[in-house]
């Protein structure tokens, strides 16, 4: 395997993989421009040779497509495998000893190894300036690192076997950072990295932390993995790179050997700075709020080094991909983390956290006598306190009984639920809770609220396949269109205030019980453009989830409210653009129209 990106690189040119871009290419806005377009009509991998205002090349798109992705790790991928499986489920070792003796010595094997002396061969000090400073999207508050490896150590108990490796966005340059001397770091509190800064604040120290940048690629998948519990992103590092990480440490910050760059800094207890606005993978900008300050310590770079990087927006993006491949190494492990699961689903084209898809297990059935949801709520609760799954607003999730089911068949799985959801029953709310820093569809920054649509059971309904007649005649909700089956798309006015919002669901769930009973049409999707929304199923996640927050904006016709309980005969769910939400990303047309030239005959990436 590989023992740096250079190799990976050299390796993809010589599988047809990855192209080469001769001409001086601007880092502002045009080098992502171009991510953009390749990556949209599923091309190779690029690297910017000549990157303006850097001595430095970048490469993009490494993990643009699966496929690529599992050629880059062919020969560890199943020894990775192998090892998850085995810490998911350690009876099997005993079950069969002799089937896992691979898995261990792999695992053995890719223990980090501490390298003596201070200095890494072949690394030098420059500083922030000299780095290539991408500029991903119009409004982008300044260059950011899209792909870093952010590495910190629990104050309490240090050591590389106790630190966290995780992908935080970067800020290099833009709003009151001092260039070349500060930096701002995006992340949760309740990442790893905030868990050890939460410690260092009690402690009233620094928090040292050091980001690597390029590396074998298994170093940049390590630190976006979601690893099992005492599986350190070190220790899988090395596992799929088939080499150990190595590392040592200068100045008391470690510095991994194999990284391309290498950032070193301090955090200090309540020093922030304004962060953003950045494109990210919902499709909207998240605006600027106050994150940590890291102040600048060393730059260090290798003499050949080579600066990666992907573009973020609406899904699918490259990332799309990377969580694929961290679908294929983790395989069954939500089964072993919460039982009776069978399948969870972040649904890409929703932006991954607003929309989980599940299947679970309704074994409570032979007590209950009248069927319905039990075990999935236990179920649906455990869902959303896991992990990442907790950032989500809406939870889909039924059983598997009688026909198998995947929650990849999007359109399938929600036919599905729907043809079985009782909404009287089956809708529950969370409300005042946490969600996604980067949605600003809730109340406030990391607030809103969730919701969760359990079904099971035998099929209640019909589902419409063409628009019903009773909202095909409505005199403020127009151009009606079918989303899918059971699903239609109303548009309406623009959203002015929550207030009048109200008036403006209850009028419309008046009309429609004034037309009479629909129960083929279980949801009707308000929105601001009807023939956008039902264009295609991507447009509907996409548009729907990321612009509802849903204790504000499911409504129902003939809704009730009993024992604490909501229910109703037709869910409406006001996916409009709200004034507070993050406004979409919107390329650049200059920059869009400059770009083409890079794709006529005879340049780089002409035919």
Known sequence: ???????????????????????????HLEMAAIHLKVFEAGGPALLFENVKGSKFQAVSNLFGTIERSKFIFRKTLEATQSVIALRNDPMSSLKKPFKHIGSGLAATKALPLKKSGSNPIGFKEIQISDLPLIHHWPDDG????????????DPEKPGIMNA?????????????????????????????????????????????????????????????????????????????SGRRFRYSYVDGYCISHDADFVITGEIHPGETKPEGPFGDHLGYYSLTH?????????????????????????????????????????????????????????????????????????RYTPYQTVKQPAELLTQANRILGTGQLSLAKYLFMTAEETQPLATRREVEFL???????????????QTNTTIDTLDYSGTGLNTGSKVVFAACGNKKRELCTEVPDNINNLQMFKYPRLVMPGVVALEAPAFSTNEHAQKEMKELSMAIEQQGLMPTCPMIIVCDDSHFMSESVNNFLWATFTRSNPSHDIHGVNSTYEYKHWGCDNVIIDARTKPHHAPPLIPDSVVEKQVERFFIKGASLGE
């Open 1 to 27: 395997m590989y023992r740096n990106l250079e190799e990976c690189i050299i390796d993809l040119e010589k599988n047809g993989q990855l192209i080469r871009v001769h001409e001086e290419v601007d880092p």
């Open 142 to 153: 300044g260059a950011f690192v899209t792909l870093p490896q952010v590495y910190s150590e």
């Open 164 to 240: 966290n490796l995780g992908m935080y966005r970067v800020q290099l340059s833009g709003n009151e950072y001092e260039l070349n001397k500060e930096i701002g770091l995006h992340y949760q509190i309740h990442r790893g990295i905030g868990v050890h800064q939460e410690k260092a604040n009690r402690l009233g120290v620094p928090l040292k932390v050091s980001i690597f940048i390029g590396g074998p690629p298994a170093h940049t998948l390590a630190a976006v993995m979601p690893l099992p519990e005492g599986l350190s992103e070190m220790t899988f590092a090395g596992l799929l």
């Open 290 to 362: 106050p994150f940590p300050l890291m102040r600048v310590h060393k730059v260090y770079a290798k003499s050949n080094a080579v600066w990666p990087f992907t573009v973020v927006g609406r899904p699918p993006q490259e990332d799309t991909a990377f969580g694929d491949l961290i679908h294929e190494l983790t395989g069954d492990a939500i089964k072993h983390d919460i039982p009776g699961v069978k399948e969870v689903h972040a649904v890409d084209a929703a932006g991954v956290h607003p929309l989980l898809f599940a299947i679970g297990s309704e």
């Open 415 to 429: 036919t599905y639920l729907l043809e079985r959801i009782d909404l009287q029953r089956d809708i529950h709310f």
